[in-house]
C-alpha cells in the first residue's frame, strides 16, 4: 500500500516539476510585447497619434500599462475610458485623465485584451524583413507604400511587402500602419518570425520527449520488481531527461505575433493560421515556408522515431544488466 | 445481521458525507458552465506560473516548520519525559495550557515579539512561532515515557551520553510519535491563514492557503482547481503515514 501511494506521488510530483517549468515559459512566451510611453500627466492636454488606437469588432480602445494586485499583480494592459480621449481638430487623438505617471501603449505584436500581463519591450532590432498582409475581401485599389518598402509579391487577398527598416520583435499593429493599403489589412506576420516559429518545432518535441521519458521512466523504476541498486539508473535517468528539457525550454523562443491569446495547445489556431498564411505565399509565388515547415515536420519525426528506439534500447540494456544481478 | 446492515449503513452514509464534498469539487474541476474542459487544469498549471510557485513556496515552509518542530520537540519530550529539573512541571502544565489556547490569543503577543526582532513581513514571521508550537512536545513527551528507564540507565552506564541516548534508543523506539509531530505540525502549517494574513505585508508572500481565498471571483472553476492542488500533500501524507499517525495519537491519548 505504502509502495504504491510513494509510486503515485512522486509521478505526480514530477508532474508538478515538468508543470512548473512548462508555465514559466509558456507565460514568457504568451505574455504579449508592447511599446509604450512613459508620461507623467500633470493635467493639460497630450495628443497622440490616431495609430495609437486598436480597432476590433467592438470599436476602438486605447490602452495603457498599469500595475495590477493580488493574483493580477504585475504590468497589465488596461483600457482608457472613452470619455478620457477625442479627435481634435487636428485629427490627433487628445488625452486627459487624471493626473499620474501612465504607460501609454503605442503598438503591440497582438491584439491586447483587457487585463493581460505584458511585457515592455525597452530595445527593438533594426532588421531587413518581408510582411505578408492578408485580405479577407480584395486588395485595396490603392497600394502605396513608404520609400523603405517595396511590393515584392501579391496575389487576389494578399501581399508580399519587404521592409528595409522592420523591427522584431514583429508589431502587427506598427506593420499595419505603414500604409492605407496594410491598414485595411485582416492580418500582417513577419516571414522571419514564421521562420523561426516552424524552426522551433523540433526542439518543442525533444522537449515533450524528454519529459515523457523522465515519467516514463520513473514508471518503470516503481514497476520493476528488482531490488537492486541498480534500479537507480531510471531516477537518475528521469532527473537528466527532466533537467535536458529545462535547459531545452530556455533556449525556445516562440513569436507571440503567432501564439493564441489563450491557449497555447490551441490546435485549430495554428491549423487555420497558418493554414491562411502557406495558402497566401503559395498564391504570392512564395513557397519556402511550405518547404521549411514539411522539413520541420521531418525532422519532429526524426526526433521522435529516434528518442523511442534509443528509449527502448536503453530499458532493454537496463532490464537485463538488473536481471543478471 | 440486522445490526450489522444498520452500522454498515450509518457508516456508508457518515463516509458519504465526508467523502461528497471532495467529489463534487473534484468533478466540477472538469466541468464549466455544464460544459466539459480543462481550461481550469491549463490556467493553474500551464498558463501561469504564480499558482504552483506559491504551491512550491509553501510546501518549502511547511517542511522548515516540520524539521524545525522535530528538532524542537525531540529534545523538549525527552526533557520532560526523562529528566528533572526544578519547577518541570509547573512548565509542562503550562506547556499544555499554551496548547489548548485558541492561536488568536497569542498572536498579539507573538506580532510584537516579531516586531521587536524586526520579523515581520520576512518568512521567519512564519517559521518561528510555528516551530515552538508545543503539541509537538507534548506527543513526544507522551511518547518518550513509554522507554523503560532501565534501558536508559544501561545505555548511560555504558557510556552514551544523553543526545546519544536520544537520538540511537528514545526516538527510533518511538517513530509514530516522531511521524504524528512532523505530519501535524505539516498539516498546522499548511492550513495557516492568519498568521500570514497578520505577520506579512505582501500579497506575494503569502502561502497557498491564504492566497486561495482571493483566487478571481469571475473563474470559480480556478478556485476550484487550487482546492485540487491545495489538498495534494495532505491526501500524500496521510495516505502514506496514517499507520504511524493513528498510533502516534493513540499513544498521546493513552497516557
Redesign the interface.
Given at each position: 500500500m505504502?509502495r504504491s501511494?510513494?509510486c503515485i506521488?512522486s509521478l505526480?510530483l514530477y508532474l508538478?516539476l515538468a508543470?512548473?517549468m512548462?508555465?514559466?515559459k509558456?507565460?514568457e512566451e504568451?505574455m504579449p510585447q508592447v511599446e509604450a510611453k512613459t508620461l507623467k500627466y500633470k493635467g493639460t492636454t497630450l495628443s497622440f497619434s490616431p495609430d495609437v488606437l486598436f480597432h476590433d469588432e467592438q470599436g476602438d480602445h486605447f490602452y495603457h500599462a498599469a500595475n495590477g494586485?493580488?493574483?493580477?499583480?504585475g504590468l497589465r494592459i488596461r483600457e482608457f475610458m472613452p470619455a478620457q480621449y477625442y479627435y481634435d481638430i487636428f485629427e490627433q487623438i487628445a488625452f486627459t485623465g487624471t493626473p499620474q505617471t501612465y504607460h501609454f501603449i503605442m503598438s503591440a505584436s497582438r491584439q491586447p485584451v483587457e487585463g493581460e500581463k505584458v511585457h515592455i519591450v525597452e530595445e527593438f532590432e533594426a532588421v531587413e524583413d518581408v510582411h505578408l498582409y492578408c485580405y479577407s475581401g480584395a486588395l485595396p485599389e490603392d497600394l502605396w507604400m513608404p520609400q523603405h518598402t517595396s511590393i515584392i509579391g501579391q496575389s487576389s487577398h494578399a501581399l508580399l511587402v519587404r521592409n528595409t527598416r522592420a523591427q522584431l520583435p514583429f508589431f502587427q499593429h506598427t506593420a499595419k500602419t505603414l500604409s492605407i493599403a496594410a491598414s485595411q489589412a485582416d492580418h500582417a506576420y513577419s516571414l522571419t518570425e514564421i521562420s523561426s516559429f516552424i524552426q522551433s518545432l523540433p526542439p518543442v518535441t525533444l522537449i515533450w520527449i524528454c519529459l515523457l521519458a523522465g515519467f516514463l521512466l520513473l514508471l518503470l523504476f516503481w514497476t520493476h520488481r528488482s531490488a537492486s541498486p541498480g534500479k537507480l539508473t531510471y531516477i537518475i535517468a528521469a532527473a537528466f531527461f527532466l533537467i535536458s528539457a529545462a535547459i531545452l525550454l530556455s533556449r525556445i523562443d516562440l513569436p507571440a505575433s503567432l501564439l493564441p491569446t489563450e491557449?497555447?495547445?490551441d490546435l485549430a489556431h495554428y491549423i487555420s493560421t497558418f493554414g491562411l498564411i502557406l495558402h497566401a505565399l503559395e498564391q504570392c509565388g512564395e513557397n519556402f515556408a511550405a518547404l521549411a515547415l514539411q522539413h520541420s515536420i521531418h525532422q519532429c519525426l526524426l526526433v521522435g522515431v529516434g528518442g523511442l528506439l534509443l528509449g527502448v534500447t536503453f530499458i532493454m540494456l537496463t532490464r537485463r544488466f538488473l536481471c543478471r544481478r | 445481521m440486522k445490526k450489522r446492515k444498520a452500522s454498515f449503513l450509518i457508516s456508508a452514509l457518515l463516509i458519504t458525507l465526508c467523502v461528497a464534498p471532495f467529489l463534487y469539487i473534484f468533478v466540477h474541476t472538469f466541468f464549466d458552465q455544464g460544459h466539459f474542459t480543462l481550461?481550469g487544469y491549463?490556467q493553474v498549471?500551464?498558463?501561469?506560473?504564480?499558482y504552483?510557485?506559491r504551491?512550491?513556496r509553501s510546501l518549502g515552509l511547511c517542511l522548515i516548520i516540520a524539521l524545525g518542530q522535530l528538532l524542537v520537540s525531540l529534545l523538549a519530550g525527552y526533557g520532560f519525559a526523562k529528566c528533572t529539573f526544578p519547577g518541570k512541571n509547573t512548565i509542562f502544565f503550562l506547556l499544555m495550557l499554551l496548547m489548548v489556547m485558541p492561536l488568536q490569543v497569542t498572536l498579539v503577543p507573538n506580532y510584537l515579539m516579531l516586531d521587536e526582532l524586526r520579523l515581520i513581513g520576512t518568512d521567519h514571521a512564519l517559521i518561528w512561532p510555528m516551530v515552538f508550537v508545543p503539541l509537538g512536545t507534548f506527543i513526544m513527551t507522551q511518547a518518550y515515557r513509554s522507554v523503560s528507564n532501565s534501558i536508559v540507565e544501561a545505555a548511560l552506564l555504558d557510556g552514551c551520553g544523553t543526545l546519544g541516548v536520544i537520538l540511537r534508543i528514545a526516538a527510533p523506539m518511538n517513530k509514530s510519535g516522531l511521524v504524528c509531530t512532523a505530519l501535524l505540525s505539516f498539516l498546522d502549517g499548511w492550513n495557516m491563514v492568519e498568521q500570514p494574513i497578520i505577520f506579512l505585508k505582501d500579497?506575494?508572500q503569502y502561502p497557498l492557503s491564504v492566497?486561495l481565498a482571493?483566487?478571481?471571483p469571475g473563474e470559480p472553476i480556478l478556485q476550484l482547481v487550487c482546492f485540487v492542488l491545495v489538498v495534494?500533500p495532505p491526501v500524500?501524507l496521510f495516505?502514506?503515514f496514517k499507520t504511524e499517525l493513528v498510533e502516534g495519537i493513540a499513544m498521546g491519548g493513552e497516557k
Open positions: 505504502k501511494v510513494l506521488f505526480v508538478l508543470c512548473t512548462l508555465s514559466a509558456i507565460e504568451m494586485s493580488g493574483w493580477e499583480s491557449n497555447i495547445f | 481550461h491549463y498549471f500551464l498558463a501561469q506560473t504564480q504552483l510557485a504551491f512550491w500579497f506575494d492566497g482571493s483566487t478571481p495534494l500524500f495516505s502514506y
